[in-house]
């Protein structure tokens, strides 16, 4: 499989405190993406980091990007219960230079408990 | 409304049925996706096109078929369902390297 891994699958927090999600892939990228998915909807674009980038900020959102570890984390502080949803992490491979396809984790389960 | 929109929602087959799931989009994006999401899987790509009459195979080609004859359509095909193909199907478009999702198509075959 081409797909990058995202870790944790699932986390459970209580609200107001903040959620750290990892997101690995393999291939040299040109950018990395995060989605959020509510249930039973569709993806949603929060932020793009280009490779290089290092940190990136969105309201309540830091993305972090290491190159050198094919890694990122998406950080959202102050959660709140409207956070609950799937977040996924997309990578866009630097060989699909004028190609606009994406690679998708697996994604994690975040819940925020009230 | 502008945006990109799928039919049908929800669609029952029997095993061996032919399908097609519509996807159309508003913005005169040129690329276009279909991705289907399964558990533990997270999101595979079928096929794409990056303008009409241009379409490329994904991750998980078999078994089905795309057109594009316009811009703003991108139906995809199941010619003979089979119950590994029950599952949720994304439809998306891309502009500036951010994709835009269609509220997805449930499909079941019994």
């Known amino acids: 499989s081409q797909q990058g891994e995202e870790d944790p699958q699932a986390l459970s927090i209580q609200e107001g405190e903040n959620a750290t999600m990892n997101c690995s892939y393999k291939?040299?990228?040109?950018?990395l993406q995060w989605y959020r998915q509510n249930s039973g909807r569709g993806l949603v674009h929060l932020i793009l980091?280009?490779?290089?980038?290092r940190e990136k900020h969105s309201g309540r959102l830091r993305v972090t990007l290491d190159t050198s570890k094919k890694s990122s984390s998406l950080l959202i502080t102050a959660s709140r219960a409207a956070d609950t949803a799937s977040y996924f992490c997309?990578?866009?491979?630097?060989?699909?230079?004028?190609?606009?396809?994406?690679?998708f984790g697996t994604g994690t389960r975040l819940t925020i408990i009230p | 409304d502008a945006g990109i929109t799928q039919s049908p929602r929800y669609k029952i087959t029997e095993t061996g049925r032919q399908v097609t799931l519509m996807c159309h989009q508003t913005?005169?994006?040129?690329?276009m996706f279909w991705y289907r999401q399964d558990l533990g899987h997270g999101l595979r790509l079928i096929y794409y096109?990056?303008?009409?009459?241009?379409?490329d195979k994904g991750e998980v080609p078999d078994g089905y078929v795309v057109s594009r004859s316009k811009t703003e359509n991108f139906p995809l095909t199941l010619e003979s369902a089979t119950r590994s193909q029950t599952s949720v199907y994304f439809c998306?478009?891309?502009?500036?390297?951010?994709?835009?999702f269609g509220p997805g198509t449930r499909l079941t075959v019994l």
């Open positions: 997309a990578s866009k491979d630097i060989s699909n230079f004028g190609n606009e396809k994406l690679t």
């Open positions: 291939t040299s990228i040109n950018n």
């Open positions: 980091i280009r490779s290089n980038e």
């Open positions: 913005w005169s994006h040129s690329y």
């Open positions: 096109s990056a303008a009409a009459d241009i379409t």
């Open positions: 998306a478009s891309s502009y500036n390297n951010e994709q835009f």
